[in-house]
């Protein structure tokens, strides 16, 4: 089986073990804080796809949220970037508005994007200069919009914070609304198909954006961190995507002033 076809059928037959299980009585466990949550279906889902993958493809090299392939340092040959379910607490809380997220890169390059909403069993896929899709319906480019005139989405605790909220609040106030869905992976497609301008977070890991990425990518969208440039898939990145004309008024009107502050920002998530 072809690779491409290989993974979308992977992340299809992962999302159907996660349905399966809803209901269940869930094993639940903090990592780095009380409301950094995981789950025994977590586990259960990275070592499923990781077990499949390690079967057909044993030289693929493999980087998932719950453990595997956190010493990888570069993006040399095939390497696999995984979030099993991205958007827990909405797992735990709400029993939906979760996704599998999965980017596939060759040689560092992007090959291949993956985003499943489980629940509502819709797989946003692209294959790299091949387009995207929602499920087998082409995704059209996107159209430019303005902030005024954009809907963006952002976690609201990052306004709280001094430092960031002199940076976010201009933006939030400056757009037509801001939203939030507690998964990175659904919100940067969201952007892919035009239900979000922009999407944009100080911290994020790799694995809520590598699928993502592809996807967005494909329909002429921009994904950057919020200095402009390209994001790393070994380290955690601050993370700026949009349509065109949005993303670039959000970098230049409104981010490029706090450079200083950004480029410090960006040391610290480089050395955890």
Same mark, same amino acid.
């Given at each position: ?121 819709v797989?946003?896929?692209?294959? /790299?200069?091949? #387009?995207?899709?929602? =499920?087998?319906?082409?995704? %059209?480019? @996107?159209?430019?919009?303005? !902030?005024?005139? /954009?809907?963006? #989405?952002?976690?609201? =605790?990052?306004?709280?914070? %001094?430092? @960031?909220?002199?940076?976010? !609040? ?15 992976? @659904?919100?940067?497609?969201? !952007? ?34 919020f ?7 070994t380290?955690p ?23 200083e ?6 040391e610290k998530l480089?050395?955890?």
């Amino acid at each position: 089986m072809h690779l491409y076809d290989f993974a979308k059928s992977l992340v299809l037959e992962a999302g159907n073990n996660i349905r399966k299980k809803m209901g269940d009585t869930l094993a639940i466990e903090a990592k780095s804080n009380p409301n950094d949550l995981v789950t025994n279906v977590d586990k259960e889902t990275e070592q499923f796809i990781v077990s499949q993958i390690q079967e057909s493809y044993p030289n693929h090299r493999i980087i998932g949220e719950e453990g595997h392939g956190h010493d990888i340092e570069t993006t040399e040959g095939i390497v696999w970037v995984i979030d099993p379910i991205d958007g827990t607490l909405n797992f735990i809380h709400q029993s939906e508005n979760f996704a599998i997220s999965i980017g596939i890169f060759k040689e560092g390059k992007p090959y291949a994007g993956f985003v499943y909403d489980v629940m509502r069993d819709v797989l946003y896929h692209a294959k /790299s200069g091949k #387009g995207a899709l929602m =499920n087998e319906e082409p995704l %059209p480019l @996107l159209e430019d919009t303005v !902030v005024s005139e /954009s809907i963006i #989405g952002m976690n609201p =605790n990052w306004l709280t914070k %001094p430092k @960031l909220s002199t940076m976010l !609040v201009p933006i939030v106030s400056d757009s037509r609304s801001a939203r939030a869905y507690g998964s990175a992976a @659904l919100e940067i497609v969201y !952007v892919a198909t035009g239900q979000l301008a922009a999407y944009m977070t100080p911290r994020l890991q790799p694995w809520d954006y590598a699928g993502g990425l592809i996807i967005l990518e494909e329909v002429g969208g921009i994904a950057t961190n919020f200095l402009g440039e390209p994001l790393a898939m070994t380290y955690p990145n601050s993370v700026l995507v949009g349509n065109k004309k949005v993303h670039t008024a959000i970098r230049q009107d409104y981010l490029r002033q706090h450079d200083e502050t950004l480029i410090a920002l960006h040391e610290k998530l480089k050395n955890k």
